[in-house]
T-cell receptor
Framework: DAGVIQSPRHEVTEMGQEVTLRCKPI?????LFWYRQTMMRGLELLIY????????DSGMPEDRFSAKMPNASFSTLKIQPSEPRDSAVYFC??????????????FGPGTRLTVT | GDSVTQMEGPVTLSEEAFLTINCTYT??????LFWYVQYPGEGLQLLLK?????DKGSNKGFEATYRKETTSFHLEKGSVQVSDSAVYFC?????????????FGDGTTLTVKP
């Protein structure tokens, strides 16, 4: 089992540029989560998908952020335009979903985003 | 809504010391409880879990017991090692009320010195 795969692992970009983060969940999992982690704010849930449908996007900070899940094996988180305050580590996680007996989450290694 | 409160860190211990990290929760339903660990530069990974009251989760020498009467899930280890240095997150997931999301505590940083 390859686990949750995220790419790129590191991204450095200039303010104003578009950034796309990618995630491949564990095969068979039907829930996917995007988190952001910073020293100041800790771990924040941005958006949550179940069966490829966005269920809760209340954590998305503003309209510059968007996320899609076109199929069960791929999701993207896009920031356009990026700003220095978006610098953080972004994690993707997947789980068996709300109907599972135990729905612990499996996290990817994260994408460290630096916006200059 | 659901919430998780963890003992504030950072926690610094000497090798072979006893570890306790307190965690209490508030939930309207009957949640599953988890401890996750995050090593430097990595994502969170599940350390242990308990799905119902009085269950004890255990892994790698760590233990935690689901106490419904005190709404707690304290993490313990009898003898810590330098390799246990990491950030520990307590979390809950209530399948009946939050549609599969988990609520995480703020994390407790543990440093073990040789």
């Amino acid at each position: 089992d390859a686990g949750v795969i995220q790419s790129p692992r590191h991204e450095v970009t200039e303010m104003g540029q578009e950034v796309t983060l990618r995630c491949k969940p564990i095969s068979g999992h039907n829930s996917l989560f995007w988190y952001r982690q910073t020293m100041m704010r800790g771990l924040e849930l941005l958006i949550y998908f179940n069966n490829n449908v966005p269920i809760d996007d209340s954590g998305m900070p503003e309209d510059r952020f968007s996320a899609k899940m076109p199929n069960a094996s791929f999701s993207t988180l896009k920031i356009q335009p990026s700003e220095p305050r978006d610098s953080a580590v972004y994690f993707c996680a997947s789980s068996w979903g709300p109907q599972a007996v135990s729905n612990e989450q499996y996290f990817g290694p994260g994408t460290r985003l630096t916006v200059t | 809504g659901d919430s998780v409160t963890q003992m504030e860190g950072p926690v610094t211990l000497s090798e072979e010391a006893f570890l306790t990290i307190n965690c209490t929760y508030t939930a309207t339903g009957y949640p599953s409880l988890f401890w996750y660990v995050q090593y430097p530069g990595e994502g969170l990974q599940l350390l242990l879990k308990a799905t119902k009251a009085d269950d004890k989760g255990s892994n790698k020498g760590f233990e935690a017991t689901y106490r419904k009467e005190t709404t707690s899930f304290h993490l313990e280890k009898g003898s810590v090692q330098v390799s246990d240095s990491a950030v520990y997150f307590c979390a809950l997931s209530d399948q009946n009320t939050n549609a599969g999301k988990s609520t995480f505590g703020d994390g407790t940083t543990l440093t073990v010195k040789p």
